[in-house]
């Protein structure tokens, strides 16, 4: 199975940006996904998660009601629409799943087994 992370760019401070997350190979339509980010010189860091069905999700206070995760089982793809967008998000965009299904969203990243290769996310003053 694959992630494949895209739709990264350049964007201005206070845009918008809609980056996708692709699986091939199988699906996690029972899984939680999740996206991750990681800004040079920093750690890895959680951003948003969803449940398989789309009613439960999770953010980091960084991005909450700024960033908004969804999810199209039927096309096995996952989004994560990013608006207000901030000098401080950029980073490369890490898409995730947890490899049990049924269980609900989390930021704990030993969670999610499978991980895409990730995109890159630019934002200019």
């Known amino acids: 199975v694959q992630l494949q992370a895209s739709g990264g760019g350049l964007a201005q401070a206070g845009g918008s940006l809609r980056i996708s997350c692709a699986v091939s190979g199988g699906t996690f339509g029972t899984n939680v996904m999740g996206w991750f980010r990681q800004a040079p010189g920093k750690e890895r860091e959680f951003v948003a998660a969803i449940s398989w069905s789309g009613r439960s999700t999770a953010y980091a206070d960084a991005v909450k009601g700024r960033f908004f995760i969804s999810r199209d089982n039927a096309k096995n793809t996952m989004f994560l629409q990013m608006n207000v967008l901030k000098p401080e998000d950029t980073a490369i965009y890490y898409c995730?799943?947890?490899?049990?299904?049924?269980?609900?969203?989390?930021?704990?990243?030993?969670?999610?087994?499978?991980w895409g290769q990730g995109t890159q996310v630019t934002v200019s003053s």
């Open positions: 995730a799943a947890d490899h049990y299904p049924g269980r609900e969203p989390t930021k704990d990243s030993n969670r999610y087994n499978y």
